[in-house]
């Protein structure tokens, strides 16, 4: 074993500056929560078959929210449990006509 001596007195290396280093230290933070946020989620690949009804509903919701595919598919499956989650707990899934007051009762088969 060699004896490297005693380095605590001198300073440590700094790594090149980069584009970061401009940033405040508030900005660093939230750029920091972001990465360890998207290193803690699980990203699941999936392929599915859509029928041609669905490939049509699909494109039309592209078109009048500017979502993508994955954006769109994620968030009917978050609404499609959490609309099974109510009606599993005896709650009934109405939609009412803002304009008429008409009410229906959804019931999903």
Partial sequence: MTDQGDTSAR???????SSTDKL??????????LDSEARQQQIERVTI???PQVVD??????????????????RAITIYEFIDAQLNAGCDLI????????????RLL
């Avoid at 300073?11 to 500056?17: A, E, F, L, T």
């Avoid at 405040?24 to 929560?33: E, P």
């Avoid at 939609?95 to 959804?106: A, F, K, N, P, Y």
């Fill in 11 to 17: 300073s440590p290396r700094r790594p090149p500056r």
């Fill in 24 to 33: 405040t230290s508030s900005a660093r933070m939230s750029i920091s929560l």
């Fill in 49 to 51: 078959a859509l029928i």
């Fill in 57 to 74: 509903d699909l494109r039309r919701l592209q078109e009048r929210s500017n979502l993508s595919k994955t954006d769109i598919i994620n």
């Fill in 95 to 106: 939609v009412r006509d803002s304009r008429t007051g008409e009410t229906q009762l959804i």
